[in-house]
């Protein structure tokens, strides 16, 4: 079992609509929850981090966690075209002494104009 | 503020050469580590430098590989020989003294090795 989950995709939307990413996690003692965008060729960018249960709201970006599924998700409003990239969703677990990222194989997202 | 620099963006090396990458943290950084992309593959740990001492290199794939991190600035990775399934992507990425859970790692953009 992989340690962190990805649907690749591609994942296509039009322009203004809402984009909606997801992620699942294996190991309960994952902490830290990262969302890394990254355009081709270009270093992972991070766009959103998240620690605790619930909702966080940057701009026109979302991170939801839910620590009992073992889930976060990435929402996208307002999509727009510079929006497509290759969104990566990276895991820490830092309780267990490893300060490493666990990533998954990222989701790919077209915005279409 | 400078990010991560990585060193080359490109190599193509024969099986059996030696190449050896050049990743330069964020100023003030304590903490670098490298990761590796192969093709169609998640972006995997190699290891975790703090200062210029070895806290995790859990994620070498082999005594082929050899980092280094002297004086506690930039880093080197070195493969020696080279082989074909070393091909991908190598990330640095730094992040401050990471005592908290909150601790950010910011990425480089990698070096493309090409090994035929």
Same mark, same amino acid.
Not at chain 1, 11 to 40: H, K, M
Not at chain 1, 86 to 96: D, M
């Given at each position: ?17 809402i984009?909606? %990413? ?23 960018e991070?766009?959103?981090? @998240? ?6 709201? +940057?701009?026109? /970006?979302t991170?939801?966690? !839910?620590?009992?599924?073992q889930?976060?998700?990435?929402? @996208?409003? +307002? ?12 895991? !820490? ?7 490493? %990222? ?9 915005? @279409?104009? | ?22 990743? +330069?943290?964020?100023?003030?950084? +304590? ?11 998640? @972006?995997? /740990? %190699? ?6 001492s ?8 082999? !005594?082929?590989? %050899? ?39 910011? /990425? ?9």
């Amino acid at each position: 079992q992989k340690e962190v989950e990805q649907n690749s995709g591609p994942l296509s939307v039009p322009e203004g609509a809402i984009a909606s %990413l997801n992620c699942t996690y294996s190991d309960r003692g994952s902490q830290s929850f990262f969302w890394y965008r990254q355009y081709s060729g270009k270093s992972p960018e991070l766009i959103m981090s @998240i620690y605790s249960n619930g909702d966080k709201e +940057d701009g026109r /970006f979302t991170a939801q966690l !839910n620590k009992a599924s073992q889930y976060v998700s990435l929402l @996208i409003r +307002d999509s727009q075209p510079s929006d497509s990239a290759t969104y990566l969703c990276a895991v !820490n677990k830092r309780g267990t002494g490893a300060n490493n %990222l666990f990533f998954g194989t990222g989701t790919r997202l077209t915005v @279409i104009p | 503020e400078a990010g991560v620099t990585q060193f080359p963006s490109h190599s193509v090396i024969e099986k059996g050469q030696t190449v050896t990458l050049r990743c +330069d943290p964020i100023s003030g950084h +304590d903490n670098l580590y490298w990761y590796r992309r192969v093709m169609g593959k998640e @972006i995997k /740990f %190699l290891l975790h430098f703090v200062k210029e001492s070895k806290q995790d290199e859990s994620g070498m794939p082999n !005594n082929r590989f %050899l980092a280094e991190r002297t004086g506690g600035t930039y880093s080197t990775l070195k493969v020696q020989p080279a082989e074909l399934e070393d091909s991908g992507v190598y990330f640095c990425a730094s992040s401050q003294e990471g005592t908290g859970w909150t601790d950010t790692q910011y /990425f480089g953009p990698g070096t493309r090795l090409t090994v035929l």
